[in-house]
């Protein structure tokens, strides 16, 4: 089994941050997605979408999406549970992990692409005002999140949940997005601080 990924993408540190809270581990095999390593073979022929992370099973099996990678584990691992125990629970963990990447992590990464120099050469039709209006919608989700997390500790309730693995990485992917914590995201910043001291935050 081999998981492809790029050390300082964001979608492959969900997975990564998620095999870590397993106590899963799984040999990586870094492409440097900048450089365009991820449009040559092998992972252009494992993934028509050109994207990572890629996970190869040895029978060849091809698994990609971050959130299809971290289901196998869920049910090969069981432990902890990372997507919630019963209909109730798995739904609401579902929900915002949904919301999060829909209006948080994807808004931040399309302000990124559509808006910075480098992203040229994987967003060739670059669109300046999608990465501005893209950075408003991260704003507004921010503002909507704080609001949130006043009345509970984790991103889907009481529980640390697979929410909070990619609420982790899409703020600190902020930056991409010349967004940040501020003082008026103390709910959030008390939340953040709390995932960014857990070991697996460092995977
Ligand atoms: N929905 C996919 C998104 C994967 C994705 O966008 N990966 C980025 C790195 S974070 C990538 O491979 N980008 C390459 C490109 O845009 O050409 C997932 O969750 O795995």
Same mark, same amino acid.
């Given at each position: 089994?081999?998981?492809?990924?790029?050390?300082?993408?964001?979608?492959?540190?969900?997975?990564?941050?998620?095999?870590?809270? !397993? /106590?899963?581990?799984?040999?990586?095999?870094?492409?440097?997605?900048?450089?365009?390593?991820?449009? #040559?073979?092998?992972?252009?022929?494992?993934?028509?979408?050109?994207?990572?992370?890629? $996970?190869?099973?040895?029978?060849? @099996?091809?698994? =990609?999406?971050?959130?299809?990678?971290?289901?196998? +584990?869920?049910?090969?691992?069981?432990?902890?549970? $990372?997507? /919630?125990?019963? %209909?109730?629970?798995? =739904?609401?963990?579902?929900?915002?992990?949904?919301?999060?990447?829909?209006?948080?992590?994807?808004?931040?990464?399309?302000? +990124?692409?559509?808006?910075?120099? &480098?992203?040229?050469?994987?967003?060739?039709? #670059?669109? !300046?005002?999608?990465?501005?209006?893209?950075?408003?919608?991260?704003?507004?989700?921010?503002?909507?999140?704080?609001?949130?997390? =006043?009345?509970?500790?984790?991103?889907? /309730?009481?529980? +640390?949940?697979? %929410?909070?693995? @990619?609420?982790?990485?899409?703020?600190? +992917?902020?930056? &991409?997005?010349?967004?940040? $914590? @501020?003082?008026?995201?103390?709910?959030?910043?008390?939340?953040?601080?709390?995932?960014?001291?857990?070991?697996?935050?460092?995977?």
């Amino acid at each position: 089994m081999q998981l492809y990924q790029d050390p300082k993408a964001v979608n492959p540190r969900r997975v990564r941050v998620f095999l870590a809270e !397993k /106590g899963v581990s799984v040999p990586l095999v870094d492409v440097d997605v900048l450089k365009g390593e991820h449009m #040559q073979p092998p992972l252009s022929d494992l993934n028509p979408m050109h994207r990572v992370p890629v $996970l190869v099973l040895d029978d060849g @099996t091809v698994i =990609a999406e971050s959130m299809a990678i971290c289901r196998y +584990f869920e049910v090969l691992h069981p432990e902890p549970c $990372l997507f /919630g125990a019963g %209909a109730l629970e798995q =739904a609401v963990i579902e929900m915002w992990n949904r919301r999060i990447e829909r209006r948080l992590l994807d808004p931040v990464s399309q302000c +990124f692409r559509h808006g910075h120099p &480098a992203m040229a050469a994987l967003e060739p039709r #670059q669109i !300046k005002e999608w990465s501005v209006l893209s950075k408003d919608r991260a704003a507004d989700m921010l503002a909507m999140l704080d609001a949130e997390m =006043a009345a509970r500790p984790c991103i889907a /309730g009481a529980a +640390f949940s697979v %929410a909070d693995i @990619t609420a982790l990485c899409a703020v600190d +992917f902020l930056r &991409a997005a010349r967004l940040e $914590l @501020t003082d008026a995201h103390a709910n959030l910043k008390r939340w953040h601080g709390e995932i960014s001291a857990r070991p697996s935050a460092a995977a």
